[in-house]
């Protein structure tokens, strides 16, 4: 079982809907990021949280650290958001060797 | 302010040799760390640097080293390359390496 999980895994939305992508994952985390990528490569940090809820523009961000649990929504979806969005965990220090564990990435298309 | 630079952009070697991937952080960031990107594994976590400190290595094999100077640029290395050795490497910079993290727009090792 991996440690992070996102879901869905593809999602297909119409422009100006809303969009929910989530994230869970199973071990001690000291933060969680949200990182975009778009075709070609880069990949852009949208969010780094460790408790409640983060909002840039059209973008926002909780966590639920209790459950285990972080969800990336977008209001009002534009085309330019097509892009692959990705959840990553930052491990505990203390007796880890990792530093970021990704999930697979969700394929976001926002068609016009 | 200048962002991550990742030196080269684009590298094709063949089996059995090595290469020498670079990157410059943002100028302040004294963290580095580097992640793979394989269609198959999707980003894995390398190894991180923070004041010429190896602080933290993923499962990776010993082939895979890096390094970090006293301006904080960065460079791995891999050695004996192996055709699954080709990916997209990352590498992201931040003040501490718990802060949000900056990327660069990656190195594209192809093995042939």
């Known amino acids: 079982k991996n440690e992070v999980e996102q879901s869905p895994q593809n999602l297909t939305a119409q422009e100006g809907e809303f969009i929910t992508i989530n994230c869970s994952y199973s071990v001690g985390i000291s933060a969680l990021h949200w990182l975009q990528q778009h075709p070609g490569g880069g990949i852009v940090s949208l969010f780094m949280l460790s408790s409640g809820k983060k909002k840039h523009g059209r973008l926002i961000a909780t966590i639920n650290i209790q459950e285990k649990h972080s969800s990336l929504h977008i209001t009002a979806s534009h085309p330019r958001d097509s892009a692959v969005y990705i959840c990553?965990?930052?491990?505990?220090?203390?007796?880890?060797?990792?530093?970021?564990?990704f999930g697979k990435g969700t394929k976001l298309s926002v068609k016009p | 302010k200048a962002g991550v630079t990742q030196t080269p952009r684009y590298l094709i070697k063949t089996r059995g040799q090595q290469v020498t991937l670079s990157c410059s952080p943002i100028?302040?960031?004294?963290?580095v760390s580097w992640y793979q990107q394989t269609p198959g594994q999707g980003l894995q976590f390398l190894f991180e640097?923070?004041?010429?400190?190896?602080?933290n290595k993923g499962n990776f094999p010993g082939r895979f080293s890096g390094r970090q100077f006293s301006n904080s640029r960065s460079e791995m290395n891999v050695s004996t390359l192996e055709l699954g050795d080709s990916a997209l490497y990352l590498c992201a910079s931040s003040t501490s390496g718990a802060n949000v993290l900056t990327f660069g727009a990656g190195s594209r090792l192809t093995v042939l």
């Open positions: 990553a965990v930052m491990l505990n220090y203390g007796g880890s060797q990792g530093n970021l564990i």
């Open positions: 640097y923070f004041s010429e400190t190896q602080r």
């Open positions: 100028s302040g960031h004294r963290s």
